[in-house]
């Protein structure tokens, strides 16, 4: 799956808050939902009801809720934890091992026993089917699921991976029940059966209805009746609307950074509050390492001295993003500021002309940026713009901008036909591999060209199999230190996420963090 772009999180709706958010919930699972239910509305959709083919941030928002995984993000952590598991550990020094046990009286929705046959069955099913738009990319390094006795789950790796456990915790390690799935297909009738804390009632093209599973067992205490989310297909007029008109309680995925900013700037008496939680979603421009033009280190230097990201976050993005300065995000352990150390904070147009000069370069360098205007944002197309004009305001370059559709756009660029465009990621897992080896490893996601042996060769595997994740800080500081010297990327913005809630509405605080799960359970309506 590429980056994670099918619907990615706003740059309005993803943001970095002050410090981490206590973890809550008990371990017995009280899911006798208590209190009324809970209206969200949201701008993306919701892609798949199926494990093996979600791979959008809106799928896995259902995933989240209806299917339990074998562990799972707590509020506001990034180390995964057990949820359908008593217990997981490596079991060899090499990370090549993976075993868990299941809690006991682990039930589905529909009643039916959940074992290790159900975890083995949904994993051979994902890699088995493979599907284009699913996570079984996310998996290449497992060779085969065991199961000793119905707790015990073995998983044998290929090579190391110390981060097996966040994959696992992921979306993508949504168990199903093995006598309502499919092997060799994919479920195509919009149902769903997990031991999630919801049941998905019903799934149509304007809403889905959850209501609490009474079977669940896990971490997660229910603190409602039920959810019921609806879509607005990116109609984000007719989101805020239904705010304003009481139609929803919350409004999730899709809000302008203009209305976020009228609403934080309306009088005390609104009946409405917005809430901002952390997240780890960046923006990149990617640059084209065979391009005659941004192929010049030269070009791409003027550029990193040009931009101008608080100008960016001030004038396009009003405030809801914040610069980035490295391509791990602030917030996941391993960040630095490469970016910052090596072209500073504010544009230098002497720097960017000496850069080019440098390179041989004397005229005004000819760019296009290449934008797509939805995908990551709708106000992707005004933020290159501004980019060009930034570029265009120092005399060194004559930049202009051209917005295609994003079928085209992926197509175009793995035919190597742009220089420079514009990329967006929304994380798998809380964790700096997942913002390192798919840009930069064998293989990776942005068919810019781009290649390092130390990065490949060394860095990646090093980082993958060390499972001491605080022992990484050291090389993936040095993989940041490389990309920033080598520049086939440019870190622009981390966004900030957002939720606007009925003044009513409780606990969106502790739904939104750089894990990427929003917790239905945690809603509450006074």
Same mark, same amino acid.
């Given at each position: ?7 990615? +999180?706003?740059?309005? +709706?993803?943001?970095? !808050? =002050? ?17 009324? =239910?809970?209206?969200?509305?949201? %701008? ?17 928002? #259902? ?8 562990? %799972? ?10 949820? !359908?598991?008593? =217990? ?13 046990? #299941? ?58 991976? &110390? ?14 029940? $093995? ?34 599973? /009474? ?8 603190? @409602? ?7 607005? $297909? ?7 609307? *239904? ?34 939680? %952390? ?31 608080? !100008? ?22 391993? $960040? ?8 500073? *904070? %504010?544009?230098?147009? &002497?720097?960017? &002309? ?12 000819? #760019? ?19 980019? *060009? ?11 202009? +901008? ?29 964790? !700096? ?18 290649? @390092? ?19 990484? /800080? ?20 981390? *966004? ?7 003044? @009513? ?6 739904? #939104?963090? &750089? ?12």
């Amino acid at each position: 799956m590429n980056m994670r772009n099918q619907w990615p +999180v706003l740059p309005i +709706v993803a943001g970095l !808050a =002050s410090g981490l958010l206590t973890g809550c919930g008990s371990d017995n699972g009280d899911s006798g939902g208590t209190g009324s =239910s809970v209206v969200m509305g949201m %701008s993306d959709d919701v892609l798949a009801t199926d494990p093996a083919s979600g791979y959008d941030p809106g799928s896995w928002l #259902l995933f989240n809720n209806v299917f339990q995984s074998l562990l %799972s993000f707590p509020n506001g952590g990034t180390e995964p934890q057990p949820e !359908a598991a008593e =217990s997981c550990a490596f079991t060899d020094t090499s990370t090549k091992v993976y075993k868990c046990t #299941l809690k006991d009286g682990l039930k589905f929705s529909n009643g039916d026993k959940l074992t290790s046959e159900d975890v083995k069955f949904s994993f051979d099913r994902m890699l088995k089917i493979n599907d284009d738009a699913g996570p079984a990319i996310m998996f290449p390094m497992l060779d085969k699921v065991e199961t000793p006795d119905e707790k015990t789950v073995v998983f044998r790796l290929k090579v190391p991976d &110390a981060t097996f456990p966040s994959k696992i915790a992921s979306g993508a390690g949504s168990i199903v029940d $093995h006598t309502q799935y499919d092997e060799n297909g994919l479920r195509k009738d919009g149902k769903a059966v997990g031991s999630g804390p919801y049941k998905l009632d019903s799934f149509g093209d304007d809403k889905a209805v959850f209501s609490v599973n /009474d079977n669940y067992k896990g971490t997660a205490k229910v603190k @409602n009746s039920g959810v019921t989310l609806k879509f607005f $297909h990116g109609d984000q007029s007719a989101l805020k609307k *239904a705010l304003k008109d009481n139609k929803i309680d919350i409004a999730y995925r899709g809000l302008s950074a203009s209305d976020i900013a009228d609403i934080q700037n309306a009088d005390n008496n609104s009946q409405t509050e917005v809430v901002e939680g %952390s997240s780890a979603e960046v923006q990149h421009l990617v640059f084209n390492m065979d391009d005659p033009v941004t192929g010049k280190l030269g070009v791409r230097k003027a550029i990193a001295y040009l931009i101008d990201r608080d !100008a960016l976050i001030k004038d396009v993005y009003q405030g809801t993003a914040t610069p980035l300065y490295s391509i791990i995000p602030a917030g996941i352990a391993g $960040h630095n500021t490469a970016f910052f150390d090596t072209y500073g *904070a %504010s544009p230098s147009p &002497a720097k960017a &002309a000496a850069a080019l000069k440098d390179e041989g370069i004397t005229g005004k360098v000819k #760019l296009t940026l290449w934008s797509t205007p939805s995908r990551y944002g709708p106000a992707t197309d005004q933020e290159l713009k501004a980019i *060009a004009g930034q570029l265009n305001d120092s005399g060194l370059f004559d930049a202009d +901008v051209k917005s295609v559709a994003f079928d085209q756009y992926e197509k175009d660029i793995a035919k190597g036909k742009y220089g420079v465009y514009v990329k967006g990621w929304v994380p798998d897992y809380p964790d !700096a591999d997942n913002f390192t080896a798919p840009f930069f490893g064998k293989g990776n996601v942005l068919s810019n060209n781009y290649s @390092n042996s130390t990065i490949t060769g060394t860095l990646i595997p090093r980082t993958a199999a060390e499972s001491d994740r605080a022992a990484t /800080d050291n090389d993936y500081g040095r993989l940041q230190d490389i990309v920033a010297e080598q520049l086939p990327v440019l870190p622009v913005w981390q *966004a900030k996420q957002y939720a606007v809630t009925r003044e @009513n509405v409780y606990g969106l605080e502790y739904c #939104l963090d &750089a894990s990427t799960v929003f917790r239905f359970w945690e809603l509450s309506k006074g």
